[in-house]
């Protein structure tokens, strides 16, 4: 009996869960494929998501998919563990040893494969910055958005029980689209636990500071965008600081090299993304931020069983155009393009090039508006463009769910808004 062709996936992000899903459902039942996810946690929630979360206007549990009952009805198998390195000779993926709290529930584990897939994502990029790893929040995963939404709810419950004078100072570093959307929903937040009788900090009071080091808030996007998004903050209150890069943080404050500092309850870091540092261990060419170089056929240059997608990897399909950004879009259409590349490898056929199109960008600015543009050109805004916002969730729920469960998700969501509180309260 021939052996079967070991597909090995690794991180279960938007692109990562969307590839092993379509790779499942296409030809997991064959028995001389054998299709692994691997991934640090055991639930999957889509990352745009993580700023609602961390501002508490969305309950992230009623958003997650659990791998392993996941796995069960789509044809591959999951496995718990957090990638430490690739033995590339040996054709093996090495898991650092499964820790939970204080106990070890498994050593290191090495899983073989013949095709190899990383979508391990990125995390913050603090280019060093004193202090910002001590004194800042992150949000690069829902871990992290949960401890923010913890250390939010505890100020209002704190001033609940002691109602305070001072205001609360949240300051956000990097008006990228993560900054700028967590400004506009922590706005929102504050009029929300006024409204359920937090009212020990009264809403006037919650001052947000966003700080940004370029000419303009949403750098990557078109300047009509960021105008749009700019004067919606304005009219949140939001204070927005435009060319001031911080020099260093400490427990209280934010300090600019210009000589300007910001008194801070709360500091989040969305200034920038990199790798993760486990690609260091790769032995794979890599660009400046730790991105695993890739062809057009998204395999590594340096071995074509490797295959990098996402914000993991450098891929410029065309010479003389800009290396791909980390996007969500970015990631899903490479995801749809692997499950063609794959299968063409199964079958030694050529592997196609990816060519990514650009749909657009839209910018959440709380519940009921957002900004952005679509197809280059088509300026949207307000609720048109926060229902266009959802969509795209819908869309990569309908990729992993399927429609029948997606339009039912989205039922319950429609229905069950006036059920539960409009921020969380625990």
Not at 1 to 16: D, F, L, S, T, Y
Not at 108 to 137: M, W
Not at 194 to 218: Q, T
Not at 256 to 269: I, R, Y
Request: charged residues 20%; positive net charge; aromatic residues 6%.
């Amino acid at each position: 009996m021939a052996q079967k062709h070991r597909i090995v996936i690794v991180g279960g992000g938007a692109g990562g869960l969307e590839l092993a899903t379509q790779l499942g459902q296409r030809i997991g039942k064959k028995r001389h494929i054998q299709i692994t996810l691997v991934d640090a946690t055991l639930t999957h929630i889509w990352k745009p998501l993580l700023h609602e979360i961390a501002a508490g206007t969305l309950n992230g549990a009623s958003e997650e998919i659990n791998y392993f009952a996941h796995a069960k009805k789509n044809h591959y198998k999951f496995q718990l563990g957090s990638l430490q390195d690739i033995d590339r000779e040996n054709q093996e993926i090495i898991l650092a040893p499964l820790v939970q709290g204080e106990i070890q529930l498994a050593d290191q584990r090495r899983i073989a494969y013949d095709t190899l897939v990383i979508a391990i994502g990125s995390t913050s990029n603090d280019f060093g910055t004193p202090g910002a790893k001590e004194n800042c929040h992150f949000l690069d995963n829902r871990a992290q958005a949960d401890i923010f939404q913890r250390d939010l709810l505890n100020l209002y419950l704190q001033a609940h029980a002691q109602p305070r004078e001072k205001p609360l100072n949240i300051t956000i570093i990097g008006a990228g689209a993560t900054g700028v959307e967590l400004a506009a929903e922590l706005y929102q937040a504050a009029q929300d636990f006024h409204h359920y009788g937090l009212d020990g900090i009264d809403p006037s009071k919650v001052k947000i500071n966003v700080i940004e080091a370029a000419e303009r808030i949403l750098p990557a996007l078109s300047e009509k965008v960021a105008t749009g998004a700019l004067q919606q903050l304005h009219k949140y209150g939001v204070h927005v600081y435009t060319q001031h890069k911080v020099e260093k943080i400490d427990a209280e404050r934010v300090y600019c090299q210009d000589g300007k500092t910001f008194d801070s309850n709360l500091k989040v870091w969305a200034a920038g993304i990199k790798a993760p540092a486990v690609t260091q261990n790769f032995g794979l060419s890599l660009d400046r931020i730790g991105r695993i170089k890739v062809y057009a056929t998204l395999q590594s240059i340096d071995d074509p069983k490797i295959f990098a997608f996402g914000d993991c990897a450098h891929c410029q399909p065309v010479a003389k155009q800009p290396v791909l950004a980390p996007r969500a879009q970015v990631a899903s259409q490479q995801a749809a393009f692997l499950i063609d590349a794959i299968t063409a490898r199964l079958k030694d056929k050529p592997l196609p090039m990816f060519k990514f199109t650009d749909r657009g960008s839209l910018v959440s600015l709380t519940q009921n508006t957002a900004i952005g543009e679509l197809l280059g050109n088509i300026h949207v805004e307000g609720l048109m463009a926060k229902t266009m916002y959802h969509s795209l969730y819908r869309v990569h729920q309908a990729a992993v769910l399927g429609y029948t469960r997606t339009s039912l998700r989205a039922a319950r969501d429609l229905f069950g808004k006036g059920t539960t509180p409009l921020i969380k309260l625990h």
